[in-house]
């Protein structure tokens, strides 16, 4: 019996559909862009359609396993890729509250500021994590998944954990976030150096995501001084005929700028309690198109 006939094509795709947006938010939270997840969903569902449906116990579990070891063999080759990217690299932007496929039930790995720390983890450290921390799988379905033991991935949560734990400050809420970015604004487009520097932490860094594009930093800029200086400098001209609006990005308040309604930069700041710790300038036209939405 085909496999297509073992599990109707309507059933099959009523079973991949109840887990495409799952299966998204795990492949987005792995790879940190939108288009690489949709590839990996779009392959699962290939994959789904030629597997022998009838000998799949649990269709949901059989589809996480192939999105989280494809996710883990793009990101392997991903450090490959990036040695050709212009300047630093960003996870892509999403605006959340256009609802982009982010189905897992919890937020963590979404934020900004959890997903910059995920790129210094190893790819099966970051599925053990993702898989754990933002869907809640037990330990032993995630060793089958990742083909380990129980005992091997607690070890790898743990590490993971640690790891993030030892960098990661503590957020402030999406208010404070909200407010700390509004007077960034403000300062930033009256060039007043010492007003940036009064929202930053002593080891604030810029870092602007361009590939290449004009006015997009290539190097990042590390230091409340420098930093401020550094917005300053272009504060005559880069904000001059943009339209700023308000989104919420990867869960967290944070702008677009746009210019004759394209949106040509998305602006996110990751802050705790003593102010703005980072500053992260989106300016790449790939990375933007699932945040344009949020003007139109």
């Known amino acids: 019996m085909a496999a297509s006939d073992a599990l109707g094509d309507g059933a099959a795709e009523e079973e991949f559909e109840n887990v495409r947006r799952r299966l998204f ?14 590839d990996i969903v779009q392959e699962a569902w290939i994959r789904w359609q030629l597997a022998d449906r009838a000998a799949v116990k649990e269709p949901a579990a059989f589809l996480t396993t192939i999105t989280t070891r494809l996710s883990i063999n793009l990101l392997q080759s ?5 040695e050709t990217y212009i300047g630093p690299w960003l996870p892509e932007p999403v605006n959340t509250e256009d609802d982009p496929l982010l189905g897992a039930e919890r937020g963590e790995a979404l934020e900004y500021a959890v997903l910059l720390l995920l790129e210094k983890l190893t790819p099966t450290e970051r599925a053990a994590y993702v898989l754990r921390e933002a869907l809640d799988y037990p330990y032993e379905r995630i060793a089958e998944i990742l083909e380990s033991t129980p005992v091997a991935v607690r070890q790898q949560v743990s590490r993971a954990r640690k790891h993030l734990q030892s960098e990661r400050r503590a957020q402030v809420s999406s208010d404070e976030q909200r407010r700390l970015l509004t007077a960034f604004l403000a300062a930033a487009q009256r060039g007043d150096v010492d ?4 929202l930053f932490v002593t080891d604030i860094v810029s870092l602007s995501d361009g590939n290449g594009v004009k006015l997009a930093a290539r ?12 917005v300053a400098a272009f504060s005559s001209h880069f904000w001059t005929g943009k339209q700023i609006d308000w989104v919420i990005i990867n869960g ?18 990751t802050a705790d309690g003593d102010g703005i710790s980072r500053l992260l300038w989106i300016m790449s036209p790939d990375k933007l198109r699932h945040v344009e939405s949020a003007i139109a």
């Open 219 to 230: 190097i990042p800029v590390i230091g409340a001084l420098r930093v401020a200086k550094f």
């Open 78 to 82: 991903a450090h490959t890729r990036r």
């Open 25 to 38: 938010g795990i492949a987005y939270r792995m790879l940190g862009s939108v288009a690489d997840a949709e």
């Open 252 to 269: 967290r308040p944070a702008v677009t700028l746009s210019e004759d309604g394209v949106v040509t930069t998305a602006l996110a700041v």
């Open 195 to 198: 007003q940036l520097e009064q």
